[in-house]
């Protein structure tokens, strides 16, 4: 079976040769040649990426302001708050605060105002790629064939967060229990929401099999729609 040495998988990865080692103990596709050196099969190579990502090397930002901005490019709406961007990017909030502030120097990302309903009308602050900077568009394939940490933070609240009030505005939206009617939050989000970055985030928390029903069932429905309009033009 072919196997890799653990340097140069940190290597290929940017990871230290500690974390490495932290992130595979006790996988089954880890051995050690005669001479004790840790190697790696494809499947502890494969684990390895999911947990730490597939982050390009970009000049002038370190990797966790790459990461950084590889999770802002995968929100073209934008991401409310230091929070959301450390959470999607699978970073400490200060270090995603730190991130931005260079980003930002650098002509990468902008930050500007605007009014979402939160309860209330509220002004938050939106972080979004500069898209049509020169310096964006040097970076960008280098940051579309990246990956991400694999990560899925689950919902901690049973309850809707009032930022979401405007996407579920029909109804009490207080009394929606997201334990018992996550399939019912998602298709919501993925039809009315989509356009609202908090509520597009929160689709983050949903568990995975709950987005993969949902997504199924709007394209399902859409099928159908689609095969409804084109049955009545022939009529």
Same mark, same amino acid.
């Given at each position: 079976?072919d196997?890799?040495?653990?340097?140069?998988?940190?290597?290929e990865?940017?990871?230290?040769?500690?974390?490495?080692?932290?992130? #595979?103990?006790?996988?089954?596709? #880890?051995?050690?040649?005669?001479r004790?050196?840790?190697?790696l099969?494809?499947?502890?190579?494969?684990?390895?990426?999911?947990r730490?990502?597939?982050?390009?090397?970009v000049?002038?930002?370190?990797?966790?302001?790459?990461?950084?901005?590889?999770?802002?490019s995968?929100?073209?709406?934008?991401? #409310?708050?230091?929070r959301?961007?450390?959470?999607?990017?699978? #970073?400490?909030?200060?270090?995603?605060?730190?991130?931005?502030?260079?980003?930002?120097?650098?002509?990468?990302?902008?930050?500007?105002?605007?009014?979402?309903f939160?309860g209330?009308v509220?002004?938050r602050?939106?972080?979004?790629?500069?898209?049509?900077?020169?310096?964006?568009?040097?970076v960008?394939?280098?940051?579309?064939?990246?990956?991400?940490?694999?990560?899925?933070?689950?919902?901690t609240?049973?309850?809707?967060p009032?930022?979401?009030?405007?996407?579920?505005w029909?109804?009490?939206?207080r009394?929606?229990?997201?334990?018992?009617?996550?399939l019912a939050?998602?298709?919501?989000?993925?039809?009315e929401g989509?356009?609202?970055?908090?509520a597009?985030?929160?689709?983050?928390?949903?568990p995975?099999?709950?987005?993969?029903s949902?997504?199924?069932?709007?394209r399902?429905?859409?099928?159908?729609?689609?095969?409804?309009?084109?049955?009545?033009k022939?009529?």
């Amino acid at each position: 079976m072919d196997t890799q040495g653990a340097p140069q998988t940190a290597g290929e990865l940017r990871i230290s040769l500690p974390r490495l080692h932290r992130i #595979v103990r006790g996988h089954p596709g #880890v051995s050690y040649n005669t001479r004790g050196h840790l190697r790696l099969d494809a499947s502890a190579v494969e684990y390895l990426r999911s947990r730490v990502g597939v982050i390009p090397e970009v000049s002038g930002l370190t990797r966790t302001e790459t990461q950084v901005l590889i999770a802002i490019s995968r929100h073209s709406r934008g991401l #409310v708050s230091i929070r959301q961007v450390a959470r999607a990017a699978g #970073v400490s909030p200060t270090s995603a605060a730190r991130a931005i502030t260079t980003l930002k120097s650098r002509d990468l990302v902008r930050q500007d105002p605007v009014l979402l309903f939160d309860g209330k009308v509220v002004e938050r602050e939106v972080f979004t790629i500069k898209w049509d900077s020169q310096t964006w568009l040097t970076v960008a394939p280098l940051i579309a064939r990246a990956v991400l940490p694999k990560q899925r933070l689950l919902a901690t609240s049973r309850h809707l967060p009032p930022r979401l009030a405007s996407t579920f505005w029909t109804g009490d939206w207080r009394n929606i229990n997201v334990t018992t009617d996550a399939l019912a939050v998602a298709e919501r989000i993925l039809n009315e929401g989509h356009f609202d970055p908090e509520a597009t985030a929160y689709l983050g928390t949903l568990p995975i099999e709950v987005l993969e029903s949902a997504i199924e069932h709007r394209r399902h429905t859409q099928s159908l729609a689609s095969s409804t309009i084109a049955v009545e033009k022939r009529d």
